[in-house]
């Protein structure tokens, strides 16, 4: 027990090690922590890890999908649900079917079976690998939106094609109308699942006297037991949560309608995910001589050739993809053509060359039977891709983003903008209310009145900076400016609060609800759009 914790403590440590390391050489984490992973993983003397697909599958997939489900626009999800579709579902199984074709005619004794199970396991890109990276490049929004949404759904229909695949090889037949129907069922039932326990647990928070603590837990419980109560009836708990999510996410106003449980809920969620992101893509590299040696009777050659041969076609073959699901829709629609801007030649290449592969397909692959044939070689593939992708397309995607100079596609506000317009929004709501409503309250009572004057006063200021915002460039170095002051004037009152603390002149309750405040006001100005 001791030996085991000890274990956990220094792998965790060596993750925020390596990250900090990673982002001073300004190298997305996980591919800084795959590579660093596969150095350490040889070194003598050092325990064998090997990853167990149902820790992956039971404790790392549930709160990571849920954690996208929650943070994705409903509205940008389904505005772009046709290209979103076509990748999860068609670059999927395109994608499978490439992949068994080519792998039943290059390798001996590889059958058409096993091909589609290669293919399940490798069609998935990864969403953390392709989110770290591009988080902080200038990517267009539409390209952001159908990465992540297709993030969301690939892994569920990428499982459901290896669950099909896997049933094949041991049954040796494969009946293309029940597979289909079965599809269909195991995501139709997912979903319906995934909306009834998020239900029930949307009336907890919403009727329940629950207090933040509880309310942060009961979020973390949450995908768990979305997850297995659809995996019990064996359909898709990809989907399950993943609905669960997108429910619960489009109703978080009525949910947690408090701002002390939405901030904590914010801490909790963002070191959890940080956590196990950085544990999974750490144990990937650490994975790599268990594989090795559990090769046998392959040949080390052989089998990299292989994977080489089966990464360079899983990258063309979704570039292949992503051009003709772009364009021939917009050929035969002139809605399409209408309602959406074309999305030339930049913005594909992107969302094609963002297809790394990760942690799904590497326990996708080890939780593949003992008995199945090439089982080793199957898992030595699958790593070799994962590792092509993730270290040669994520560390040449930025400097594909550059070369290429892509833009936005659409027409954006930018974010202060919106920003800026929906405090003033607010603002004149709030006026409206206490002008319709307490019209004899702002006369007689003082504060109210105050309340009243301030409200006015805001709605000048912020209607004055909207109209900065939207001015030339010369005006724009104004609000440049503007935002240096109040850096400044933050930092002098942090130490300000530093020195009041050593003084005791005001309790550390006090103190921390300002640092609070003043973290939220250095947000505003820090956030994308802002600079």
């Known amino acids: 027990m001791h030996h085991s914790l000890l274990l956990v403590l220094t792998l965790l440590f060596v993750v925020f090690m390596l990250v900090m390391l990673g982002q001073r050489l300004k190298i997305s984490y996980p591919i800084f922590l795959v590579l660093a992973g596969l150095s350490i993983g040889f070194i003598p003397g050092l325990p064998a890890i090997e990853i167990d697909p149902d820790m992956v599958f039971t404790i790392f997939l549930p709160p990571l999908l849920y954690e996208a489900a929650w943070y994705t626009s409903w509205n940008d999800f389904w505005k772009w649900k046709r290209p979103i579709m076509m990748l999860a579902f068609g670059a999927v199984i395109f994608t499978s079917c490439i992949i068994a074709y080519v792998s039943h005619s290059m390798i001996p004794g590889f059958t058409l079976a096993l091909g589609f199970l290669l293919g399940g396991i490798i069609s998935p890109p990864d969403a953390v690998?392709?989110?770290?990276?591009?988080?902080?490049?200038?990517?267009?929004?539409?390209?952001?939106?159908?990465?992540?949404?297709?993030?969301?759904?690939?892994?569920?229909?990428?499982?459901?094609?290896?669950?099909?695949?896997?049933?094949?090889?041991?049954?040796?037949?494969?009946?293309?109308?029940?597979?289909?129907?079965?599809?269909?069922?195991?995501?139709?039932?997912?979903?319906?699942?995934?909306?009834?326990?998020?239900?029930?647990?949307?009336?907890?928070?919403?009727?329940?006297?629950?207090?933040?603590?509880?309310?942060?837990?009961?979020?973390?419980?949450?995908?768990?037991?979305?997850?297995?109560?659809?995996?019990?009836?064996?359909?898709?708990?990809?989907?399950?949560?993943?609905?669960?999510?997108?429910?619960?996410?489009?109703?978080?106003?009525?949910?947690?309608?408090?701002?002390?449980?939405?901030?904590?809920?914010?801490g909790v969620w963002s070191t959890l995910i940080f956590v196990l992101n950085g544990i999974i893509f750490m144990l990937i590299g650490l994975e790599l001589p268990v594989i090795v040696h559990a090769l046998g009777d392959y040949s080390i050659g052989d089998a990299i050739r292989y994977g080489l041969i089966i990464a360079v076609l899983t990258i063309g073959v979704r570039l292949l993809w992503v051009y003709p699901g772009a364009f021939i829709p917009r050929m035969l629609s002139k809605k399409i053509r209408t309602q959406e801007s074309s999305p030339g030649w930049k913005g594909p290449l992107v969302v094609g060359w963002a297809g790394m592969r990760g942690v799904v397909s590497l326990a996708a692959a080890l939780s593949v039977p003992l008995l199945f044939p090439h089982r080793n070689l199957i898992i030595f593939i699958t790593f070799i891709v994962i590792l092509v992708t993730l270290v040669f397309q994520g560390l040449t995607l930025p400097w594909l983003i550059k070369l290429i100079k892509v833009g936005e596609i659409d027409e954006i506000t930018p974010l202060a903008e919106q920003e800026a317009g929906m405090r003033l929004a607010m603002m004149k709501v709030a006026l409206q209310r206490l002008e319709e409503k307490y019209s004899v309250e702002a006369a007689d009572n003082e504060l109210v009145g105050f309340l009243k004057k301030d409200l006015e006063h805001n709605v000048g200021s912020t209607s004055a900076r909207l109209e900065s915002l939207e001015c030339d460039d010369t005006e724009k170095a104004e609000v440049d400016l503007y935002h240096s002051v109040l850096m400044d004037i933050y930092a002098r009152q942090r130490q300000e609060l530093f020195r009041l603390r050593q003084h005791n002149t005001f309790s550390d309750e006090v103190i921390r609800s300002q640092e609070m405040q003043l973290d939220l006001d250095e947000m505003k100005i820090k956030r994308p759009g802002h600079e």
């Open 129 to 266: 690998a392709a989110t770290s990276v591009l988080k902080h490049l200038k990517v267009p929004k539409r390209a952001m939106t159908i990465l992540e949404g297709e993030s969301l759904i690939n892994d569920a229909s990428s499982l459901i094609v290896f669950r099909f695949a896997a049933a094949a090889v041991v049954s040796g037949h494969f009946v293309m109308q029940e597979a289909v129907g079965q599809f269909f069922l195991s995501a139709g039932m997912g979903v319906a699942i995934g909306l009834a326990v998020a239900y029930v647990m949307y009336l907890i928070h919403r009727w329940l006297p629950t207090t933040p603590s509880i309310d942060s837990a009961l979020t973390v419980m949450t995908p768990y037991f979305i997850y297995l109560a659809a995996e019990q009836f064996h359909f898709s708990g990809v989907l399950a949560v993943v609905s669960g999510g997108l429910f619960l996410s489009y109703r978080s106003h009525l949910v947690f309608p408090d701002g002390a449980t939405r901030m904590q809920m914010l």
